[in-house]
């Protein structure tokens, strides 16, 4: 069966004005190379810093976005993960968007965007499982997160639409975990960047003037040549590709993500919780409906950045029997959209490569983030910019993060990747 997605360009549009393709100037303090989460998290925390007096150049290859991770994003936020960096970047990023017009300087044209919390539940059939959500939540609990675990009649008595015939545990937190509008965020920033005199521009990064460890320029697809003081790699899974241009290797691999959104012909009764079921299919309130997303059938292969094929057969064969099992009420369902993304996975750790090169002193990572980028775009950005500014992480110290790690051999495991 062949699903056609309906309405992707309207669900996450992202609306940028008097977009040029042509840079105002031919020579910038900082080039991001990339427009979408992690490049205007970046640009924001450039221009919106006191001690920053640069031009900022974002250089976007497709302002539509259609093809971006940001637009394919299930727009999560949670603090559930397996290293106490992640449980950290979680929390700034729930306290920067629970605040979000408030820290874009308080203009009433910015959106409130909020959390709807309906939380996240992991849930275990096995005690392996169950011991790994154990010392997962012990390091929640000391970075302050609010995750507890749970047994089986607990979560019935919470939630009785599931089937919990096979589970024994789980760990659940409702305190900043749930959904918030990623793509809005930014269009905002993007807004109030371009307000502070980012240029941003529809154009495409080509090639890199390089000399000895120094980024000196880039060449546009349309010819122009821009001098570069330094250079931000925010191009998610094309970031292997960008970071050639500067004769540096990024191994960063697209793998497929499918989401559905989907209508029950009998609804739950309560918001239902983004529920990662032991089988790894994870699903979650919709507004009135409901989404699933999930791995692809079979191995868990890398594709090429443009290659956006479904496998046909995901639904009936994997997605449906595991969400009509976990809840009997989506026996009897209506799919109303799907899509497929690219997760742009880090396989060295499964973790965010961030900051300067360890020889080329000028370019910048803010790469891998193997599908948690709307939620840590902000302190990538915030974390990058200081590093731009001072030399120095400021804010949070990210420097488990820094690429000099592939050379140490020093990997910085997120087990936690849904």
């Not at 502070?196 to 697809?221: P, W």
């Not at 050639?244 to 697209?254: H, R, S, T, V, Y």
Request: hydrophobic share 35%.
């Amino acid at each position: 069966m062949t699903h056609t997605p309906k309405s992707y360009d309207k669900l996450f549009k992202i609306d940028v004005p008097n977009v040029d393709a042509t840079p105002k100037y031919d020579s910038y303090d900082v080039v991001i190379v990339g427009g979408a989460t992690m490049g205007a998290c970046t640009a924001w925390f450039l221009a919106s810093n006191p001690d920053f007096k640069g031009r900022v150049l974002i250089v976007e290859k497709d302002q539509s976005y259609l093809a971006s991770q940001t637009a394919a994003s299930n727009n999560c936020m949670r603090q559930q993960f397996a290293n106490p960096i992640n449980v950290k970047i979680g929390q700034h990023c729930a306290d920067f968007v629970r605040n979000f017009r408030e820290n874009l300087g308080g203009d009433t044209a910015v959106p409130e965007l909020g959390i709807r919390n309906f939380g996240y539940l992991y849930l275990s059939d096995s005690p392996e499982l169950t011991k790994v959500l154990e010392r997962d939540q012990n390091v929640q609990e000391e970075a302050g997160a609010g995750t507890k675990m749970v047994d089986a009649d607990t979560i019935a008595a919470a939630y009785p639409f599931y089937n919990l015939s096979d589970i024994q545990a789980g760990s659940l937190n409702t305190v900043d975990e749930g959904y918030y509008d990623a793509p809005l965020m930014v269009e905002w920033l993007l807004r109030k960047s371009i307000e502070k005199g980012v240029d941003y521009v529809e154009n495409e990064v080509v090639e890199m003037g390089r000399e000895g460890d120094q980024i000196t320029s880039v060449t546009l697809a349309t010819g122009q040549v821009v001098q570069a003081g330094a250079v931000v790699n925010a191009a998610g899974t094309r970031a292997g590709n960008v970071a050639a241009l500067a004769g540096i290797e990024l191994d960063i691999q697209p793998k497929r993500r499918y989401t559905y959104i989907f209508k029950a012909k009998e609804p739950l009764d309560r918001d239902l919780p983004l529920t990662i079921d032991p089988t790894g299919v994870h699903f979650r309130q919709f507004g009135d409906n409901y989404l699933v997303g999930c791995p692809p059938l079979g191995e868990d292969s890398t594709v090429g950045v443009d290659d956006f094929s479904a496998e046909e057969t995901i639904w009936a064969d994997k997605i449906h029997p595991i969400i009509s099992n976990r809840i009997p009420q989506f026996k009897d369902v209506e799919i109303i959209d799907f899509w497929m993304g690219h997760y742009d996975f880090n396989t060295f750790d499964f973790n965010v490569v961030i900051g300067p090169h360890d020889k080329v002193s000028n370019f910048h990572f803010t790469n891998g983030s193997s599908g948690h980028g709307s939620q840590q775009g902000p302190s990538v950005g915030r974390g990058v910019a200081e590093q731009i500014i001072y030399g120095e992480f400021r804010s949070l110290d990210l420097s488990p993060f820094l690429y000099d790690r592939f050379a140490k051999g020093e990997r910085v495991i997120e087990r936690a990747v849904i």
